[in-house]
């Protein structure tokens, strides 16, 4: 008997860069997601994203090779403060981006008037993840896609997959985020710099490192100590979520709201694909080429396999990740494995 078919998801990856959009796309990405050198993103660093020119240039290069761009409007414009959104919104439908992704109804009501034949996808930003309020997004603003945050069972997915009038786009590999998408304000408090409206949580302009004479390394935050390692320990990013704490309980210091782990679906990917996802998304804007190549061809092999009715033949991406450690989170039951 031939193995069922299943149907093949997009396959969503991350171009922090020019050069990563190009090596996504040549690794197989079916759409590859952007955003603009400014606060219109949620991943607004310097040394990343794009000029209108370099996203024209990319969009050619994509279409050129049957992928498709997304670009990131995915913060919230302060009050009174939206004309950067709306030039921003223009120049993508100028452009002929294939969505761009949204978080902000005022910036969503903007698109949905001005350019209504540039196709609209909700953000995880929105944190919408119940029919009922996706099924708004959609009657308002005509989204036709709404990203789902990453606290969903699969089961969960699956069942929001065949109650909304949308596609459904979920996570599969990269930050575990368990805040609550949209609504997390730590780092602003420790910088004054917003990740939901300035699009940059722990910027690197507030970080610094001290070590002591036995060479054991603090990491801070604006002027609040976040973690530290003995010397030959790994360190990752300071963001103040995966920080280790001093408390009375433990005062050596412990994880208060999650550890360092990075989410990986590969263990539940049949599971995910038979939910019915339209897409799958990579995360991972601000990692180099050689993590966009090595994730991607890694989903990109899996996922033709399961299409096609074949076991997958997943290469192990342990060395990708936070902590050495990865997990299904609540997608899979929050199993957890190095």
């Known amino acids: 008997m031939t193995p069922a078919r299943t149907k093949k998801p997009e396959l969503l990856c991350p171009a922090g860069t020019p050069s990563a959009l190009r090596t996504a796309v040549e690794a197989g990405a079916d759409a590859v997601y952007c955003g603009f050198q400014n606060a219109t993103n949620a991943r607004n660093f310097a040394g990343l994203n794009f000029t209108e020119a370099e996203l024209r240039q990319a969009v050619a290069f994509a279409h050129a090779r049957g992928a498709k ?47 209504p034949g540039l196709r609209r996808h909700l953000s995880v930003q929105a944190a919408a993840s119940t029919p009922e309020a996706i099924a708004w997004w959609h009657r308002e603003f005509g989204i036709a896609r709404a990203v789902l945050p990453r606290i969903l069972a699969a089961g969960e997915i699956r069942d929001l997959v065949r109650a909304i009038p949308c596609e459904v786009e979920a996570f599969l590999f990269g930050n575990h985020g368990l805040m609550v998408e949209g609504r997390c304000a730590m780092s602003s408090y420790l910088t004054g710099r917003s990740t939901n409206m300035d699009g940059s949580c722990s910027p690197a302009s507030h970080i610094s490192y001290e070590h002591n004479l036995a060479g ?54 049949p599971e995910m694909m038979a939910a019915g996802v339209a897409a799958l998304k990579i995360e991972g ?23 096609e009715g074949r076991a997958p033949a997943m290469a192990s991406l342990l060395s990708l990740t936070e902590g050495g450690a990865e997990t299904t989170g609540a997608a899979g039951g929050g199993g957890r494995w190095r």
């Open 285 to 307: 804007r601000q990692r180099s080429k050689a993590y966009v190549r090595m994730v991607v061809g890694a989903f990109r092999a899996a996922i033709d396999d399961i299409a």
């Open 69 to 115: 761009v997304l670009l990131t409007l995915n913060t919230f414009p302060p009050a009174g403060a939206m004309d950067l959104w709306k030039r921003a919104a223009d120049a993508a439908a100028d452009i002929g981006v294939d969505a761009v992704i949204l978080a902000d109804p005022g910036v969503a009501a903007y698109c949905a008037e001005r350019h």
């Open 216 to 269: 054991d390394m603090t990491m801070r935050l604006g002027s609040f100590a976040v973690d530290c390692f003995a010397c030959g320990q790994s360190a990752g990013y300071p963001t103040p979520c995966k920080g280790r704490y001093v408390s009375t309980e433990q005062p050596g210091g412990y994880h208060a709201f999650e550890e360092p782990v990075t989410l990986n679906l590969a263990p539940i990917l």
